[in-house]
DNA sequence: GCGAAATCCTGAATGAGTCAAGAAACGGGC
DNA sequence: GCCCGTTTCTTGACTCATTCAGGATTTCGC
């Protein structure tokens, strides 16, 4: 993908369309799962003087447009991700922290319907699998 | 509950009964999805002194113990609640942060199964639902 | 090009959570 | 019921991801 596309991106979602928003759109494309410290590493390495609130800010609009994802498990910094509207979702594990994607289980969005959904509006449903990634497994069934 | 069921909570499960666990049990039972600092109000009715240090400790021996689950939405702060192992799930409100129990949908763990776990050994999927509470519904329409 | 509005930069603040070292409490064994 | 080793609690300082604020730049419709 080329800076041409991610501007298409952006114009499409009525963002405006700024050297470190397509910066950061390219950062995440290339870095799945990244947290925002290593995005903001290979956003400089495009822009080296974004400042670190530009990262933050330009994540936060991506976000907002449903153009970036931001996933946060339990223990965890904030994480972004560009496949977007597929309905997949992540292995996380426990012991390194190492996120990979799964795709839905059982077909499309069966999860997304709550069987009691105590008057709520449900929109989105999201599932996060705890477990140990290969590199742990090895490195426990060694010691 | 009483006081008496907690410790045996705690015996049951080889940890030493010691009376912020105790207080701390009792406070994540009768508030359920609670934050940390809802907890430390609630633990220092029943103990004025508690230090916040002890709470964190407490949190985390019992979680380590299975004895209370935490969760954390994005963009939340860590809670905890005493209903454990009915594979019951959450909704979460994007605009209120209130969270409410979800029965799983469809049966028994059937979420469980990933389709392609990448070479993961998964132990646990948790599934959050996002969407709007009824209040927060009843306020956005009236406006 | 021009100007209003959005975005970015610099720099500081916030706050949940963690770390460390010594004091106190728990509970198995006598 | 008391002792002792170990775990847990207290106090207090600290980390660091994220947010806030105000002024300077940039974007983009006209």
Redesign the pocket.
């Known amino acids: 993908m080329g800076n041409a596309d991610y501007e298409q991106l952006l ?1 499409g979602a009525s ?7 397509v910066a950061v759109l390219g950062a995440v494309t290339e870095n799945a799962h990244a ?3 290593t995005i903001l590493g290979a956003v400089r390495e495009r822009l080296p ?6 990262v ?3 994540l ?2 991506l976000s907002a447009a449903g153009i970036v994802r931001r996933i ?1 498990p339990s ?1 965890s ?2 994480r972004y991700e560009t496949r977007v509207g597929d309905n997949h979702h992540h292995v996380v594990c426990r012991s390194c922290g190492s996120i990979a994607d799964v795709d839905c289980a059982v077909g499309h969005a069966p999860c997304l319907t709550a069987s009691d959904d105590n008057g709520f509006v449900v929109d989105e449903a999201e599932v996060i699998y705890w477990g140990t990634c290969p590199q742990c497994q090895a490195a426990q069934s060694s010691k």
């Open positions: 114009r963002l405006r369309v700024t050297r470190p928003r947290d925002t410290e003087d974004v400042s670190h609130q530009a933050y800010d330009s936060a609009a946060q223990g910094v904030a």
